[in-house]
């Protein structure tokens, strides 16, 4: 006989970007801080079909958000009806886009609030629940910046830190500015006790988030602080690897190349977004760069970093995007030698300048020029994963990236350059843990990953134990295996209290 566990369980769905992911973890700290249980933490036979609360951390920038959300929310009705104190809240950008259309469409939810005010939802929940009534709150400006909040980690070994939030560019296809607000920086003595924070614990990896990440330090008056933070992360000990996202063409500067070529545990990834190779286009867009300083960036990295390995966004099919515009975009991609990209075909976002421009593009040209598109960038990622075949790599361990490494039998993980990586480990060998790295020699590059088995004809094959495999191994019998409990919030948001900002290199 099973017993109904005596706590209200939660689930958190993400949709979105890396910082919808790590709002999610700070979601779910305040849940548990305020006493509900993760429900995949119930053990299966006392585990409810439907959690007690269901929190959705949306995304308003990819097609079809909208439907998707109320598909996921109509899926929910019936279990709301069959358990009335079931509760759902949604949040994130679509919640602060759409605020009380909601609720209107979808009366069931009992939670809606927005991106600025995360802090909220234990609260909201709460007098939802006392006042028998949906509760819409939307705050036009942060509240508190998101670090302040405790947060559970999706990761024993790997950390999100955020040093800024919100954007200042005003592109013509983007909403983010207007449900993120403007840009807030954090102080660099904040993000580096945060960092430092996570190693103590066992991360590590770090990856640095900002929606600009190059106008880190615009707030408070240091144009190269991004470049400053990154050098001071190399002097942490037991941090083997840094990353961050995302940077703008516009504001990449030589700093931030070499900081990143003369600091060893900042890795040789850059994702760069492009978003068009037509210089009519990327006007249009109101990205203040051309394809030649695109170009020419891509060329000074690989000078310092030749090993780098450099992905991309782009958009197709955007307002007034002739044939030409389109082939300019293909010829910047074959220069760029991407070793992967994110491509998007454009579609309308209400509020944005692009919405209402002239000449949008059929659906049908904007999917034939997606396709070929998609096949030139697969031309490039399989020659550049090709190049890479008799060399050694070093992977960090993961967990659940390969959905084929049962059949396979093999591990996953991502190597320096955050290729993807599955491995094969010899027979009698050591068993790395997810957070250990293992030294293995690529056997073949595949368009979308690496494949390492030299190891079973005597190639390399070694592995490194670290903090993060001993995290890992300390939270298997935790109720979530492998998952961190809660941890408190760190400092914040706004100008140092003496002048400049603190020294970070």
Not at 10 to 27: A, F, I, K, P, W
Not at 188 to 200: F, H, N, R, S
Not at 318 to 344: H, I, M
Not at 349 to 354: E, F, I, N, S, Y
């Amino acid at each position: 006989m099973t017993t109904q566990t005596t706590h209200k369980t939660y689930d958190v769905r993400t949709h979105g970007c890396q910082m919808n992911v790590h709002d999610s973890e700070r979601l779910a700290g305040l849940l548990e801080t305020a006493g509900y249980v993760d429900v995949n933490s119930v053990p299966p036979d006392d585990r409810p079909g439907t959690a007690d609360v269901v929190v959705f951390n949306t995304c308003a920038v990819r097609e079809n958000a909208d439907n998707k959300l109320y598909g996921n929310l109509g899926q929910l009705r019936p279990a709301k009806t069959a358990n009335p104190d079931m509760q759902i809240a949604v949040g994130g950008c679509m919640a602060q886009k759409d605020r009380d259309t909601i609720v209107a469409r979808a009366p069931w939810v009992d939670v809606v609030f927005g991106t600025h005010n995360i802090g909220s939802l234990p609260a909201l929940l709460d007098r939802a629940r006392h006042n028998r009534e949906a509760q819409v709150e939307i705050l036009e400006s942060l509240e508190v910046f998101p670090s302040t909040l405790p947060t559970r980690r999706d990761s024993a070994y790997a950390g999100w830190v955020s040093i800024s939030v919100g954007c200042n560019n005003t592109c013509t296809f983007c909403i983010v500015p207007s449900l993120r607000g403007k840009e807030a920086d954090r102080r660099p003595g904040d993000v580096l006790a945060e960092v430092k924070a996570l190693v103590e614990q066992g991360v590590v990896e770090v990856t640095l988030l900002g929606q600009n990440v190059n106008t880190y330090g615009v707030e408070f008056g240091d144009r190269l602080a991004f470049g400053k933070l990154l050098r001071a992360c190399g002097e942490i000990e037991g941090l083997e690897r840094v990353r961050f996202t995302s940077p703008h063409p516009a504001a990449f500067t030589d700093d931030v190349i070499a900081a990143m070529a003369q600091t060893p545990n900042v890795m040789p990834s850059l994702h760069m977004p492009l978003q068009s190779g037509s210089d009519r286009v990327l006007k249009e867009m109101r990205r203040s760069y051309r394809s030649a300083k695109f170009l020419g960036i891509l060329d000074k990295v690989r000078e310092q970093i030749p090993d780098a390995a450099i992905t991309t966004d782009i958009i197709v099919g955007f307002p007034g995007e002739t044939d030409a515009d389109f082939e300019e975009t293909l010829r910047v991609v074959r220069e760029s030698r991407f070793s992967s990209a994110f491509t998007f075909q454009y579609s309308i976002r209400p509020g944005t300048p692009a919405a209402t421009m002239p000449d949008q593009l059929p659906k049908a040209v904007v999917q034939e020029r997606y396709m070929r598109l998609l096949a030139v960038q697969e031309e490039v990622s399989w020659a550049e994963n090709r190049a890479l075949e008799g060399r050694e790599v070093e992977v960090l361990v993961a967990t659940g990236e390969g959905r084929k490494d049962t059949e396979t039998h093999r591990l996953s993980g991502r190597a320096r350059d955050n290729r993807l990586v599955h491995f094969t480990v010899p027979e009698g060998a050591e068993r790395p843990r997810p957070g250990d790295l293992a030294t293995v020699g690529v056997t073949y590059g595949a368009p979308h990953h690496l494949v390492a088995d030299a190891a079973l004809e005597g190639g390399v094959y070694s592995v490194r134990r670290t903090a993060g495999g001993d995290a890992w191994a300390a939270l298997q019998d935790s109720p979530v295996p492998g998952k961190p409990a809660v941890s408190l919030g760190m400092p914040g948001v706004g100008r140092p209290a003496s002048s400049p900002a603190p020294a970070c290199g």
